[in-house]
């Protein structure tokens, strides 16, 4: 599915629009502002477009947060965020699961045609790999009770934090536990989601508190846009 029935002309006019300044004038103080009022006019209106194709009705009124932003020139504008109101209608589609699957293999290439496991694409800043991962030992068709997207603190790149239930959380740190002693690649897990590798972390130890953050095939991989969508797809709540 295209953009266009992805969310209105509207609020994609907006979200362009405020990133394309931010990228002009990066150095300008509003510009986290700014880049907030973007992601959130996106990420409600992926919600809104997703209860319209569900036939459900938003039954709360929605409340409009309302912004001032100094643009360069000194000139002042109006940017407007809606919200939907608290007690509005779920949403009907079923969130998106999680496999996670401890790694066999990884090779610099891409994976086989029939063979089996995924494939990461080269891109200008690292080469193309394949990653085979162990199914039957894993954790398949996994759903998260919460995902949300947010920066690292560390290098301010984009990630998702997901939290896992009290019984996925035990069967994480058993499998966790099982690989931390194993030679790369062989003490990595492999998170897959609708089929795609969406991240590829090495443990040293057993992970207990029930909490992984994705970050894509590499580090800086995910946008604040793509990270927001995901969340989107992965939380039950959304």
Not at 210 to 238: C, K, M, N, Q, Y
Request: aromatic letters at 4%; proline letters at 4%.
């Amino acid at each position: 599915m295209n953009d266009s029935t992805e969310h209105p002309l509207h609020e994609t006019l907006l979200h362009d629009a405020l990133h394309a300044h931010v990228r002009e004038n990066g150095g300008h103080a509003a510009a986290p502002y700014l880049v907030g009022l973007a992601d959130g006019a996106l990420q409600v209106a992926r919600r809104r477009q997703r209860l319209a194709r569900a036939g459900v009705g938003i039954a709360a009124a929605a409340v409009v947060a309302t912004a001032w932003v100094a643009i360069a020139d000194g000139a002042t504008q109006h940017a407007h965020v809606v919200q939907p109101a608290a007690g509005g209608a779920g949403n009907t589609e079923k969130a998106a699961l999680i496999s996670i699957l401890p790694v066999t293999s990884s090779t610099e290439h891409a994976c086989t045609r029939g063979g089996g496991g995924y494939t990461v694409h080269a891109s200008a800043t690292h080469p193309a790999f394949c990653v085979h991962a162990d199914r039957a030992r894993g954790m398949t068709d996994v759903r998260v009770t919460s995902a949300k997207a947010e920066k690292s603190t560390i290098d301010g790149t984009w990630q998702v934090e997901v939290t896992l239930s009290p019984a996925d959380r035990t069967r994480f740190a058993t499998l966790t536990g099982s690989i931390a002693a194993a030679p790369s690649p062989r003490n990595g897990f492999a998170i897959v989601i609708d089929g795609k590798l969406w991240g590829n972390p090495f443990v040293t130890s057993s992970i207990t508190g029930g909490r992984l953050e994705i970050v894509g095939a590499f580090v800086g991989d995910l946008t604040s846009a793509s990270a927001h969508d995901l969340a989107l797809r992965l939380d039950p709540g959304r």
